[in-house]
């Protein structure tokens, strides 16, 4: 699909919950619904996100199971002229933005992308995937003979795109089964605590392209907003510490496997790789997971919503090199805004005085 798809967000929460005891999309994980985080897990790949329950879309078939909120889904999908629908089953808390980036490009890689459905694999779960809206008459008729469980019918269907649960996993630095974790009783809440991640947004550029400034100017006005920003900075060519320093010594000489320096100013944690540069999802679960929103500098290629900034109007879009022009937040170029083309991400004027401010609501919306 050489166009940007129009994505439609599905929050699957229509289930009686009988095992939970009570409505378990409203139960609340690190403050927020489970119903709310699963929308804002949507929200940076969507156009729109819908909740698939009453009153805001009720279910066609009532009491049929998730298969029939997906029809449902894909019913409001093909009316309002939208290409796919995007589904996660609210009690699937852990899966980030960053899976359903992963599983929206194998869908793109299809021959036939609107009558195709990518969803994870080895555990299949189909209900966090990507379903084209040609899909829908192939879900009506198996509704029709009886069909209720939305994983076995799915698993002996040709149309389907099997993404591998562990590369997912392993991307957000998660162990075997944790990413697909479902939360169908109250016990299960306490499983899962302390596995999502919070909201990233890269901001990614050329050298020298202003990423720097913007990703600054970005952070002031979150934190003006009442956020809890970190940081995570990517450098290829600078070093963190040089022999002979007192915190080299302790590492090269002693073995220390990190030192933490600290002092009147601050402090700052070195230490180095045993097996290669770590992912961004790693280094934030370990060192910044109790932030609101990371905000990253660099990692050009990762499946984060990011912010993209160009130096002029002349270069190219990372978007045009990769292929995704769904996870862009922005692109920040030139001296004035512009109307997004073809459908994809909003271009901000460079200069534009209001830029951290605008870029601060449109982040707010999609991720907070």
């Keep these: 699909m050489s166009v940007v798809p129009r994505l439609l967000g599905l929050v699957l929460a229509g289930g009686g919950s009988r095992r939970f005891g009570s409505p378990k999309g409203e139960a609340r994980l690190d403050g927020r619904t489970l119903i709310e985080r699963a929308a804002r897990t949507l929200r940076p790949v969507c156009e729109r996100v819908l909740i698939g329950r009453a009153p805001e879309l009720p279910d066609l078939r009532p009491g049929q199971g998730p298969l029939a909120g997906i029809e449902t889904g894909l019913d409001r999908a093909i009316a309002e002229n939208f290409d796919a629908v995007v589904v996660l089953a609210c009690d699937l808390p852990v899966v980030h933005t960053a899976t ?137 060519g600078f070093r963190f510490d040089h022999e002979g320093t007192d915190s080299w010594r302790l590492r090269h000489e002693g073995g220390a496997r990190r030192v933490l320096m600290t002092g009147p100013e601050g402090m700052a944690l070195v230490g180095g790789w045993k097996r290669g540069e770590r992912s961004i999802a790693s280094l934030v679960r370990r060192h910044l997971r109790d932030a609101d929103i990371v905000v990253a500098e660099g990692w050009r290629h990762g499946p984060w919503p990011t912010i993209e900034v160009r130096a002029d109007d002349g270069e190219p879009l990372y978007s045009a090199e990769v292929g995704d022009e769904v996870r862009f937040v922005a692109v920040v170029a030139g001296d004035s805004a512009a109307a997004a083309a073809g459908g994809g991400p909003p271009r901000l004027g460079r200069r534009d005085p209001r830029l951290s401010n605008i870029l601060a609501d449109r982040v707010e919306a999609l991720l907070l």
Excluded: F, Y
């Design 100 to 236: 359903m980036v992963r599983l929206i490009e194998s869908w793109r890689e299809s021959p036939t992308p609107r009558r195709t459905v990518a969803v994870p694999d080895d555990p299949l779960q189909p209900l966090c995937g990507v379903w084209g809206v040609e899909t829908r008459t192939a879900v009506g008729g198996a509704l029709d003979i009886g069909a209720r469980s939305a994983i076995g019918w799915v698993g002996d269907w040709p149309a389907v795109r099997r993404v591998s649960a562990g590369g997912l996993s392993d991307e957000l630095g998660l162990g075997p089964g944790e990413l697909l974790a479902n939360v169908n009783v109250p016990e299960a809440m306490a499983d899962v605590r302390g596995l999502p991640l919070p909201p990233i947004v890269a901001v990614s550029g050329w050298k020298d392209s202003g990423k720097t400034t913007v990703a600054a100017g970005l952070i002031a006005e979150l934190v003006d907003r009442g956020h809890d920003v970190a940081a995570l900075k990517h450098g290829h």
